[in-house]
Every structure is written in structure tokens, then in C-alpha cells.
């Protein structure tokens, strides 16, 4: 039953921080949505020999989004139970922590779009210094989203 609350908890995270990047390229003018971004790489990505578009291609960036959402939200959640702090209403140090290991994973999500971005052949033009800037603080908001989704599942 505990994967159940990792899957929702990731999910608040992940709906949360995705809410914050289309904000911010709302406020900014610019494409910040991830799951936008991942579709726009994987349509241009050659697939098999002809080059075929992938099908269902907004579905799949979502559920590539998703599922990197759900493996950090275990991360945070393996954190948290080995550290056996769950209680965040006892403690406000664990949003703290939440906030900087959300910190620590959007740095690990440039460098993931860099190495993807860098792969491709034909990245879609991006504003990168402003998108990492806000992919960081996404992750910041995914880190709080997160924990705060275990401190109302996880007791």
C-alpha cells in the first residue's frame, strides 16, 4: 500500500511543479512545459528506419514526465523513511529538506535535458538559461508537493 502513497504523493509533486513551468512560460513568454518538450524531442526523434513520428505523442510525454515524477518522489520517499521523519507537522525542518533535495533533483533534471537536448539532432529551440532556472525551482515546488502529499498519505 506504500507504493500507492509514493504514486500520489509523486503525482501531487509532479502536477504541481508542471503547474509552476507552464506558469512561468505563461509569465514569460516562453515553452516551459515538460511534457510539451518531451513530445516536441520525441517527434522529431528518428524511430526504427523511416523516421516515424511516435503516436499518441502528448500522452507519451506525459507519461515519461510522470514516471521520472514517480522515480524521484521514491527517492524523496526512501529519504524520508530512512531518515524516519515523516511527521512534517512535528517538524517543518522536513519542508526545508524537501525544498533543498527538490533543489538537488532539478539539478539532476538539467543535466538529464542537457545530455537529451545534446543527443538530439534537431532539439527544439529553448531559452535554456531561463528554462533550467525555472526547471530548478520546479523541482523545489515538486519537493514540497511531494512531502506534503506524504505528510496527508503517510502516517
Not at 80 to 90: N, P
Request: proline residues 4%.
Amino acid at each position: 500500500m506504500e507504493i500507492l502513497k509514493i504514486i500520489v504523493s509523486g503525482l501531487i509533486g509532479t502536477m504541481l511543479m508542471t503547474l509552476f513551468s507552464y506558469v512561468c512560460g505563461q509569465l514569460f513568454s516562453k515553452e516551459f512545459g515538460e511534457p510539451y518538450l518531451l513530445n516536441k524531442l520525441l517527434e522529431q526523434w528518428p524511430v526504427g528506419h523511416q523516421g516515424n513520428k511516435p503516436k499518441n505523442e502528448f500522452l507519451l510525454g506525459w507519461v515519461i514526465h510522470l514516471f521520472i515524477g514517480f522515480l524521484f518522489a521514491l527517492f524523496l520517499y526512501t529519504y524520508f523513511a530512512w531518515k524516519d521523519s515523516f511527521g512534517w507537522r512535528e517538524s517543518m525542518s522536513n519542508l526545508f529538506v524537501a525544498g533543498y533535495l527538490g533543489l538537488v533533483l532539478g539539478l539532476l533534471g538539467v543535466v538529464g535535458w542537457v545530455v537529451l537536448l545534446k543527443m538530439h539532432k534537431s532539439p527544439p529551440k529553448l531559452a535554456l538559461p531561463e528554462f533550467y532556472i525555472q526547471l530548478v525551482v520546479a523541482h523545489v515546488v515538486f519537493g514540497l508537493g511531494t512531502v506534503l502529499g506524504f505528510g496527508l498519505l503517510i502516517r
